[in-house]
């Protein structure tokens, strides 16, 4: 009877402190988030360090409650407006699908407070991560 207690709490504790794949709400996630920063690790030379980002090459995302997307694109002042939709899933990977490209882009969130964003992106020559800062609503680039 006492290895029957033994092998219940034993399998009691190791099922209870199995983790489990948290996944952000996507509540959590909406607003307008600006990017201003990209941290490169290996890619073109390695600089391991945060890059700011000028704002004639940066872009915005939009996250809105009905999981639908928005990105505006301000590419040495050629203005681009991309729609569609995003998921959240295991492990906060993020799956965007928008009408400006041909397949989903997908990352990984590694960071979300009410004012940073971060989410990584894996290529050729290892991470490259995104920062995104939090803006009002209102902001747009100018046309």
């Known amino acids: 009877m006492k290895k029957h207690w033994i092998v219940i709490v034993i399998s009691v504790f190791l099922f209870s402190s199995c983790e489990k794949d948290e996944v952000i709400p996507s509540g959590e996630l909406t607003g307008k988030w600006l990017f201003v920063e990209s941290y490169h ?3 073109n030379g390695g600089s ?3 890059q700011p980002i000028l704002m004639k090459d940066s872009h915005y995302l939009e996250f809105l409650l009905d999981v639908k997307y928005i990105k505006q694109e301000n590419s040495n002042g050629a203005f681009q407006k991309c729609t569609g939709t995003f998921n959240l899933l295991q492990d906060n990977a ?23 964003l971060i989410i990584d992106y894996q290529g050729r020559e ?17 046309d």
């Open 126 to 142: 290892g991470v490259v991560r995104n920062k995104y800062e939090a803006v009002n609503k209102s902001f747009q680039f100018s």
């Open 48 to 50: 391991f360090a945060w």
């Open 41 to 43: 690790g290996y890619l």
């Open 94 to 116: 993020l799956e965007v699908y928008g009408d400006c490209q041909t397949v989903p882009e997908r990352g990984k969130i590694s960071e979300l407070t009410s004012k940073t």
